[in-house]
């Protein structure tokens, strides 16, 4: 059959008029689901052409057989075709399909990086979209996937002559903000890990005590448009919650909030609970975000602390935290890094497993985060030689020194968390009353100076008089968290190294004042029986 189009004749087959109008399929398009699993579709996009000329706009169908598509164009709705014209149409649309152009459209519902094709590649996150070859190829990024926005986007052709400011972000917490750099840039190039064989499952707590701007400075490395979307709270919402974001945020860095200790009850084991739920899906999911905690401290669960890098926040320059907070040039950082990346992929690989390799070897494999301080060194590597090649910034050497001290620490505090309490107790107490720095001493002989003040300690044969503010003063000034008053006294008695009176005090009075008689001797032979099986060491 011959099918033709006249204008102010409408479509004639083999010279006989049908329409008033032609309709004919302009495009296929065939969507290309990310997820194999998922089933493919196709879709015709449609253009009718009056028999004036002009064209309506096109709509798209999911099939040919039904003619009922014609009620989307209210000009051609009351066309009044017969059976034979509404066949003749159907024709025309299957034949005007071999001439129609073949589109690949590939839908993509999440963040990621994957080879669609020979020669053709993309990386997704958020709003930013790279491809590697886009001839022939179209992409429809889901809307819940655009939402997720980059803060101060900068263009690939304007990153060349960016100001990136690293040294502030480096310098703004000496000794943290190093790592947390460095974990925020690898959020956003996990999948380069992936592709070469790796699961960066980094989980960082970030832990100082109130007013230590932990939070602030936090959220000051992020670079995305609305953090609160990249955020839930370990007080308000829900651990079901928390897992399904740490995995719709791949590609972004998604932080645990305010971890309360002090919390009780149902309360202190719901926020263990969803900490613990989001560690382990990151280590078993590896498509998830790289998880940042802010907390006071993290007390409990040997199992989740020996999986999370544990940073303190300290020195934190005000002065140049302001200023990062103002500028925020983090967004500018990572896409910079990432194009840079990007299109070097087959060399990055390869300096990955060959870094992995070499790290690991002379690495120890005492603590499981090792190998989360393995995924940040190579990130570091990786951004001294693809962006810092003349190692202005000297980011490996800084994070290598920064780690070195925050995994003593951490590696102190995981010794001290695998002791019994008792063992706990007598380590702490013993090192508080022969730190001959802390107390003032006062002798058995001039007792009447004794005062009981939180820096003065009492000595005598009998043990050493300490009243419960110097307990206290002590306590804050070593930084014992995790251990109170109320648990060191309860030891001590049960352990039978406290001099009571009667009546369930566990206190005695020395001139006037109540205070705790700690039998010294006795606790010291207990100490070095510690000392002696390896099982603590002094600080």
Request: hydrophobic content about 35%.
């Amino acid at each position: 059959m011959n099918f033709s189009f006249v204008p102010n004749q409408g479509l004639m087959v083999d010279e006989r008029h049908i329409t008033e109008f032609d309709v004919k399929v302009n495009r296929i398009f065939y969507y290309i689901e990310e997820d194999e699993s998922k089933k493919n579709r196709m879709e015709y996009e449609l253009v009718a052409k009056m028999f004036d000329g002009t064209e309506l706009p096109p709509r798209r169908v999911k099939k040919l057989n039904n003619l009922s598509y014609f009620t989307l164009w209210t000009e051609i709705m009351d066309a009044g075709l017969d059976r034979w014209e509404r066949q003749m149409l159907l024709l025309r649309l299957q034949t005007s399909c071999e001439d129609a152009k073949q589109v690949k459209m590939y839908h993509i519902t999440s963040n990621g990086y994957q080879t669609l094709q020979v020669g053709k590649e993309i990386f997704v996150a958020g709003d930013y979209t790279y491809m590697s070859n886009q001839d022939g190829i179209q992409l429809e990024v889901d809307e819940n996937v655009k939402q997720m926005k980059w803060k101060n986007k900068v263009r690939l052709a304007d990153k060349k002559n960016a100001d990136r400011k690293e040294e502030d972000y480096l310098m703004a917490s000496p000794g943290a903000s190093e790592i947390l750099f460095t974990a925020v840039l690898l959020s956003a190039i996990k999948f380069v890990f992936i592709k070469a064989g790796f699961n960066p499952a980094v989980c960082i707590n970030l832990y100082g005590k109130t007013g230590s701007y932990k939070t602030a400075l936090t959220q000051a490395m992020m670079y995305m448009e609305n953090p609160s979307q990249f955020m839930c709270s370990l007080v308000n919402d829900q651990k079901k919650m928390a897992v399904k974001k740490v995995q719709q945020c791949y590609g972004f860095p998604m932080i645990l909030e305010d971890y309360h200790p002090a919390a009780t009850g149902y309360d202190y084991k719901r926020q263990i609970s969803m900490m613990d739920a989001v560690v382990r899906h990151i280590e078993s999911n590896p498509q998830s975000a790289v998880v940042f905690i802010t907390s006071e401290f993290l007390d409990g669960v040997e199992s989740l602390q020996s999986r999370t890098l544990q940073i303190e926040a300290q020195n934190v320059d005000l002065k140049t935290l302001t200023k990062i907070q103002q500028e925020q040039t983090m967004a500018t950082i990572v896409m910079n890094f990432l194009d840079k990346l990007l299109g070097n992929m087959k060399d990055v690989i390869e300096t990955i497993q060959t870094q992995y390799e070499a790290l690991s070897r002379h690495g120890e494999q005492s603590m499981r985060i090792e190998e989360s301080i393995v995924f940040l060194k190579i990130t570091a590597i990786l951004y001294g030689k693809y962006v810092d090649n003349s190692d202005k910034l000297k980011l490996k050497s800084k994070l290598d020194k920064a780690l070195t001290l925050q995994k003593e620490k951490q590696k102190l505090h995981l010794e001290q968390l695998s002791m019994s309490e008792e063992d706990r107790v007598i380590k702490v107490v013993c090192e508080l009353v022969d730190d001959k720095d802390l107390y003032r001493r006062c002798s058995y002989k001039d007792k009447a100076l004794y005062r009981g003040e939180a820096n003065e300690m009492l000595v005598s044969n009998r043990g050493v008089f300490l009243s419960r503010k110097a307990l206290v003063y002590g306590l804050k000034r070593y930084n014992c968290t995790g251990i109170s008053v109320k648990k060191i006294i309860l030891a001590l008695s049960q352990m039978e190294l406290l001099d009571e009176d009667r009546g369930g005090t566990h206190t005695t009075k020395v001139q006037n004042i109540r205070t705790y008689c700690i039998l010294y001797y006795e606790l010291k032979e207990r100490y070095e029986e510690l000392r002696d099986t390896g099982d603590i060491r002094p600080l």
